[in-house]
């Protein structure tokens, strides 16, 4: 564990992983506009997680992860999901709002007392987005598959990114397509054309371009192996 790391440093650590998780270097740029601060405050901070050790930033190149760096943003995002869980859980906030709302007490947590708080919600898997919680010390994060890959026949249980927009959400949830749910392909329209899924009694019908930012795990194919999380890459 690396001690002491402020908020501004876990919330940058956090926005690269989010940028090089497709195995790509992350630009201060992005990483500004992803974290609504201004380029020369992104600077400085990578440049403080650089001399500690967390992430390699050649100038004119990208920032990347060290090994101790990764692990480092893993835990950030267990801490920020485990948060989540207990705004939403224990306080009833609503699963969109836990997100926005966690940043403003998750980084001042000591460890023991946030893994009393993932006992006492009784380990939960997932974040409220229906997000895998990684455990203490895991050092690689599955890549959740897109609703729009699935085939018909296909199961799965969702997930909704927070980043998703904000209309495209509450669409979403007026179909019964939230978090958590289990939905099943019943019929894909060729030339992209839309998906219609099962989800409880209803089939709902989404274009390509929606079912694509859904995200689904705990994949059960319907024509090969079975069981394994098919459209988990990791
Ligand atoms: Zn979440």
């Known amino acids: 564990m690396t001690p002491d790391l402020t908020k501004s440093e876990r919330e940058t650590l956090k926005a690269v992983y989010r940028h090089t998780r497709d195995g790509g270097e992350a630009h201060t740029g992005h990483l500004?506009?992803?974290?609504?601060?201004?380029?020369?405050?992104?600077?400085?901070?990578?440049?403080?997680?650089?001399?500690?050790?967390?992430?390699?930033?050649?100038?004119?190149?990208?920032?990347?992860?060290?090994?101790?760096?990764?692990?480092?943003?893993?835990?950030?995002?267990?801490?920020?999901?485990?948060?989540?869980?207990?705004?939403?859980?224990?306080?009833?906030?609503?699963?969109?709002?836990?997100?926005?709302?966690?940043?403003?007490?998750?980084?001042?947590?000591?460890?023991?007392?946030?893994?009393?708080?993932?006992?006492?919600?009784?380990?939960?898997?997932?974040?409220?987005?229906?997000?895998?919680?990684?455990?203490?010390?895991?050092?690689?994060?599955?890549?959740?598959?897109?609703?729009?890959d699935l085939e018909p026949g296909d199961q799965a249980v969702v997930a909704v990114p927070g980043s998703t927009d904000p209309e495209v959400m509450s669409f979403l949830a007026r179909l019964g397509i939230v978090p958590d749910v289990h939905v099943e392909v019943r019929e894909k329209h060729p030339f992209d054309g839309p998906l219609v899924v099962r989800v409880g009694e209803h089939d709902r019908m989404l274009g390509e371009k929606v079912a694509r930012q859904v995200h689904v795990h705990n994949v059960v194919r319907a024509h090969d192996s079975g069981t394994s999380g098919a459209a988990v890459a990791s």
């Not at 835990?75 to 940043?103: C, K, Q, T």
């Open 32 to 148: 500004a506009e992803t974290l609504g601060l201004s380029p020369g405050t992104v600077t400085a901070t990578v440049k403080r997680l650089a001399d500690r050790g967390l992430v390699d930033h050649r100038p004119y190149h990208g920032v990347t992860f060290t090994d101790t760096g990764r692990r480092e943003a893993i835990s950030a995002i267990r801490r920020h999901r485990i948060v989540e869980r207990f705004l939403a859980d224990m306080l009833g906030y609503a699963w969109n709002e836990a997100d926005a709302l966690a940043p403003a007490f998750e980084h001042d947590l000591p460890d023991e007392v946030l893994e009393r708080m993932f006992v006492a919600l009784h380990r939960p898997e997932t974040c409220p987005h229906g997000f895998p919680i990684p455990v203490a010390g895991q050092v690689e994060l599955p890549l959740l598959g897109q609703l729009y």
